[in-house]
């Protein structure tokens, strides 16, 4: 598919998003109209919050949102994918979120208005054509379109690192999940045909070439959703910060996990005991396959490259711990379909999706063989996406 036809693809969606808006809020001028894409991440797993390295690319799928300035200070947050709304004057605004999905934008919108010298009101629909909740980074999609449209709204300039800011405070300070930054760097500063590479422990970053018209990016659904993932989560967060205060005793010099090598952990493997040593084996071990995939990736060497995101998936498994029955399922069959390149989950696993890697010769008969495995298991078909990569942010005009 060309580039263009996939910006008609877009555009379309977005007019019908703007006509459900009218039904929502009623006629008057035409809504802005706005996409934020996902992402998905292909290597660095669970590096982002121990500092390390990590290959991000946005996705073509992404939340899309309509907004009507208003000339009051009403604000109301709306969506296509969810029964409840919230409504406010902007001068009375909550002082803790209410445990729904519009605390997302609603703590972003916060961070904007605390450093906002004029504000107006404004009606806003949500929506969008991501799987919810599924490791493809829909709260970094919403909050970081929340800070574009807002920003644009209140006459600001589209910084990236400004909607990032407000982004991680709105997920963080707001609703609570520990994350680390590799979400709304890659929502905001994504190019197409490239995945971004991103140094966590200073936030550099750069671009890497990857057509993903000739390598194909195959997302499979597991359908499983853990509402335990972000105690899960934030387990594996404070082990690596517990291995991390053994570890940095022997190695003055690492500022991070992702600095101490892997030799200094096994070298220490008594000392952190048999859960801390696989969850820090895991990190040090992901460092170096990051680094390979990333020299593979840059002398187009793809069938290294996905060894490397097929090995991380092995860590992933036995050594931290974050996948799941299913998921292991999708990506051994994944793995035995002649001509993949690599598979494994990706987000923070406990459920959710799986990507593969795969060149266009090799898709025809890939997603009845996937599906048919699984189903023979499961007793069910997980949905299968193709995405091409995307850029960031952006304003579509009318
Ligand atoms: C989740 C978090 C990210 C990252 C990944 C694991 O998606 O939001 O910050 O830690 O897990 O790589």
Redesign the pocket.
């Known amino acids: 598919m060309s580039a263009a036809l996939d910006t008609r693809a877009l555009d379309e969606r977005l007019a019908q998003h703007a006509q459900l808006f009218v039904q929502r809020f009623g006629p008057g001028p035409a809504p802005r109209r706005f996409f934020s894409p996902g992402r998905v991440?292909l290597m660095?797993?669970?590096?982002?919050?121990n500092g390390g390295p990590?290959m991000p690319m946005a996705l073509d799928r992404g939340t899309f949102v309509a907004l009507r300035p208003r000339a009051d200070e009403s604000l109301t947050l709306a969506s296509t994918l969810e029964p409840d709304a919230f409504s406010a004057a902007l001068t009375s605004l909550p002082s803790r979120p209410a445990g729904r999905w519009f605390d997302y934008p609603l703590g972003v919108v916060l961070q904007l208005l605390s450093q906002a010298r004029e504000a107006s009101g404004a009606d806003v629909l949500f929506g969008g054509n991501l799987p919810i909740g599924a490791?493809l980074?829909s709260s970094a999609s919403i909050c970081v379109g929340t800070a574009f449209a807002f920003r644009a709204l209140w006459g600001r300039a589209p910084d990236p690192l400004a909607c990032i800011e407000a982004a991680l405070w709105g997920e963080r300070k707001w609703v609570g999940?520990q994350?680390?930054?590799?979400?709304p760097y890659a929502v905001a500063l994504s190019k197409p045909g490239h995945v971004l590479w991103l140094e966590c422990k200073d936030a550099c970053y750069e671009h890497l070439p990857l057509d993903t018209r000739e390598l194909l990016i195959a997302i499979v659904d597991s359908g499983i959703r853990r509402e335990l993932a972000k105690g899960d989560?934030n387990r594996r967060v404070a082990e690596c910060g517990r291995a991390f205060e053994l570890l940095r005793r022997h190695a003055p010099e690492a500022r991070v996990l992702c600095e101490v090598p892997l030799g200094l952990v096994e070298a220490h493997a008594e000392e952190l005991g048999p859960l801390l040593l696989k969850r820090a084996r895991h990190v040090s071990s992901e460092v170096e396959r990051t680094h390979r995939a990333r020299a593979a990736l840059l002398a187009g060497r793809h069938a290294d490259f996905g060894a490397e995101v097929s090995a991380t998936h092995a860590s992933l498994r036995d050594g931290y711990e974050v996948s799941v029955p299913e998921l292991d399922c999708i990506v051994d069959a994944a793995q035995r379909w002649p001509g993949v390149l690599g598979a494994r989950l990706t987000?923070?696993g406990f459920g959710g999706c799986a990507v593969v890697l795969l060149p266009r010769a090799a898709r025809e008969g890939f997603a009845e063989h996937v599906q048919g495995e699984f189903a023979r298991r499961f007793g069910r078909r997980p949905p299968i996406f193709f995405f091409q990569s995307d850029a960031g942010p952006r304003e579509l005009r009318a």
């Open positions: 991440n660095g797993a669970h590096l982002d919050y990590v490791g980074s999940v994350c680390g930054i590799m979400d989560f987000g923070a």
